[in-house]
């Protein structure tokens, strides 16, 4: 299960939402990656050893993806911190309805950070394009700080626990 991110992370039903959709959306945050780059860096498709790898390629070390989707899942519950339970009328139980808008967000997200050149150049680097463990590792840092700056958030290590802070 996915650990709490910050002391008040205590909205369990998500956390089980974001675990049960995370081979699936990790699967969709692929696909995202490789529109994002068509997108920005070969919108004419030309097809060039590049692009031809980035299209072909399927299997990928996915831990460090997979740590980028946890962060995100964080920051989704860092920002969507209220774990009251409203009142649901229309027979869905708060674990589906958590799961349609964690996945509507996460889409979103994904996205709007395919726009940026940084996102979309560490992410290669980290499944689609990997190489080496050291450069996977580089641009694994790299990610998470600019996801970080992208949400204008700030970690903090205290006491031996990472906190999340509003920048």
């Known amino acids: 299960m996915i650990d709490k991110l910050f002391p008040l992370d205590k909205n369990y039903i998500l956390r089980q939402a974001q675990f ?33 790898r980035i299209l ?14 946890r962060q995100l899942c964080g920051i989704y519950r860092f920002k969507n911190g209220d774990n009251q339970l409203e009142l ?15 996945e509507s967000t996460f889409l979103s997200w994904v996205k709007n950070l395919g726009h940026h050149e940084q996102y979309v150049k560490t992410m290669l680097r ?11 590792e ?22 031996g626990e990472l906190k999340l802070k509003v920048g």
């Open 126 to 136: 980290m499944t689609l394009l990997f190489d080496t463990e050291s450069r996977a």
């Open 20 to 52: 049960a959709l995370e081979e699936e959306l990790l699967d969709q945050m692929v696909y995202e990656l490789k529109k994002s780059y068509t997108h920005l860096y070969n919108p004419l498709r030309l097809m060039d050893e590049t692009y031809e």
């Open 56 to 69: 072909d390629t399927f299997e990928y070390p996915s831990d460090r993806i997979r740590l980028i989707y």
């Open 88 to 102: 649901l009328f229309d027979g869905r139980s708060h674990f589906d309805k958590f799961k349609e808008e964690w």
């Open 138 to 159: 580089w641009a694994e840092n790299h990610c998470k700080a600019f996801i970080n700056q992208h949400f204008e958030l700030k970690v903090v290590k205290r006491q």
